[in-house]
């Protein structure tokens, strides 16, 4: 099948979205029915979409988040402990905006990863920029950059961030709180 010439001129000009929706709308025989505005206003539509969506693919693979987790799938009812009100709260992001602290402790194994995992997930859907380091990692990484002097430069790569994850993985944690898991705000 041969591309039309307007085709090729959309994808030339790097408006892919528009280009595909174009190619889509020539397949629907019912689509005559709608105006010139309202063809068009779809043609935009999905520009913008794949824009959006290039856009989150970018931020999550920056944010090199180890599960893919997200908080719809988060079970409050589980028995960790989570308060549903508060997490409701953190899920909308605010304390991010604020420049909160947030610590998210308990035994291992009640989901404490996963959900900082889905706390950085929807903060990279709202247009935040994120970044998950594990601690242990994370020290080596410094320890390396200050002798080949990236140091600065890394130091400064973490501060640009809006939402830093520090997971401790296989560290002792020395808090024991039974079976519950419990969030922590503004430390």
């Not at 990279?124 to 920029?129: I, K, P, Q, T, V």
Request: charge should be positive.
């Amino acid at each position: 099948m041969l591309k039309h010439p307007t085709e090729e001129r959309l994808s030339v000009l790097g408006l892919t979205g528009m280009a595909k929706a174009l190619e889509e709308q020539r397949r629907q025989p019912d689509i005559a029915a709608l105006g010139f505005e309202e063809r068009f206003a779809l043609l935009v539509d999905r520009e913008a979409t794949e824009r959006d969506n290039k856009r989150l693919v970018t931020r999550l693979r920056f944010a090199s988040l180890r599960q893919n987790a997200v908080v719809e799938a988060i079970d409050t009812k589980a028995p960790r402990g989570l308060d549903r009100a508060l997490f409701q709260r953190l899920v909308a992001g605010e304390w991010i905006e604020q420049h909160n602290n947030l610590l998210i402790i308990g035994p291992t194994g009640v989901g404490k990863s996963w959900i900082g995992c889905a706390l950085g997930h929807k903060a990279c859907r709202d247009n935040r920029s994120v970044l998950y380091h594990r601690v242990p990692r994370l020290f080596d990484a410094l320890a390396l950059a200050r002798g080949d002097g990236r140091h600065a430069r890394l130091l400064k790569s973490l501060a640009r961030v809006e939402l830093l994850i520090l997971d401790l993985g296989e560290v002792q944690s020395y808090v024991e709180l039974g079976n519950q898991c419990q969030i922590r705000r503004g430390l």
